[in-house]
């Protein structure tokens, strides 16, 4: 990297990390946001009322993540998926999920990044971020990998299917949540079957703790609750009435973030599902499941 390019882009770490603490200061001292009074007035989602849902051509663009073909299905982004505007990008996920404005910067910045285009100008299509190895990466939790599935702008529903059914929380009225450990566990058995199933397959330290941000994002944003998160993974698709479930007035940061990420990364244990794996195989019919 050149020296110039070199020294701009540890300004801009050291300028978003500074900016990010602030705002985590002032999130601390802060009263939160009322509850249905999160998403700002005059954007879409303000009082739960998110722009008509329609579900993607085979025209369109779309990526591997959730969360933005979520937002390009509700015609928040184009709904071509794309042309779409760093910039743009940035607004848009301020005001749709409340992270914080050093995360909204961060993001697309990194991104213009990886696809080596400028991020005041550039524009890019949905489908240029599954660029693999660069985001996208293996043993994700709502996707085969790209070795098996060539095209990430598409939900896999067996192994959706298989995440919320490992849910073992529970709020308040009984319903269903997704827990740190339940995100932990199921990411361990993605780990070991990818690298089982994929002649191919990487994972770098890097791409294990963007695996577990992607998956913190449902605890976070929104709160672990299955009933929200089976349309988002699903269909991606903002359900009627959703809010973000962060509060906090300047949003998500991603010192706040990095606190979930890293519980559900530790949590992860591939030799301890292994273990358990073997035991159920070898367990005779009649003995109770070591889970119960
Ligand atoms: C992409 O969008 C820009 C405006 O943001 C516009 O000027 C340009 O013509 C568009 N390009 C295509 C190929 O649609
Ligand atoms: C995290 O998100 C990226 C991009 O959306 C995806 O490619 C990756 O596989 C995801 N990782 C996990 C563990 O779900
Ligand atoms: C988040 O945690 C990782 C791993 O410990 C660290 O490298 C990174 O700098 C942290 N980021 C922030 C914003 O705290």
């Known amino acids: 990297m050149p020296v110039v390019a070199a020294v701009k882009k540890a300004f801009t770490n050291i300028f978003v990390l500074s900016w990010d603490v602030s705002l985590t200061l002032i999130n601390l001292v802060s009263p939160k946001r009322k509850i249905g009074h999160v998403t700002p007035k005059g954007f879409p989602g303000h009082d739960g009322k998110w722009p008509e849902y329609i579900a993607p051509s085979s025209e369109d663009s779309r990526c591997a993540c959730p969360a933005l073909n979520a937002m390009a299905n509700h015609g928040i982004l184009p709904r071509d998926g794309k042309n779409i505007s760093f910039k743009e990008l940035n607004h848009a996920i301020r005001t749709t999920f409340n992270f914080a404005p050093s995360f909204c910067f961060f993001v697309p910045h990194f991104s213009a990044d990886m696809l080596h285009k400028p991020y005041s100008k550039g524009t890019f299509d949905l489908e240029e971020l599954s660029l693999h190895n660069g985001i ?8 085969e990998d790209v ?3 060539p095209d990430q702008g598409t939900p896999h529903l067996p192994f959706i299917k298989e995440l919320l059914a490992t849910a073992t929380g529970k709020d308040a009225e009984g319903n269903p949540l997704l827990t740190p450990a339940d995100l932990s566990a199921y990411s361990s058995k993605r780990r070991v079957d990818a690298r089982e199933t994929n002649p191919e397959f990487t994972l770098s330290f890097f791409h294990k703790m963007f695996g577990s941000s992607n998956s913190s994002t449902l605890l976070t944003i929104l709160g672990g609750r299955i009933k929200d998160i089976e349309p988002f993974l699903v269909d991606e698709r903002i359900p009627d ?6 509060r906090a007035p300047m949003g998500l940061t991603l010192m706040t973030f990095n606190r979930t990420v890293l519980k ?4 992860i244990d591939e030799k301890k599902y292994l273990a358990s794996e073997n035991e159920t195989a070898q367990a005779p019919a009649t003995a109770p499941s070591p889970s119960s």
């Open 136 to 143: 996208e990466h293996d043993a994700s939790l709502c996707r």
């Open 147 to 149: 070795v098996h599935q």
């Open 241 to 246: 009435g959703w809010e973000s479930r962060i």
């Open 264 to 267: 559900v990364e530790r949590g």
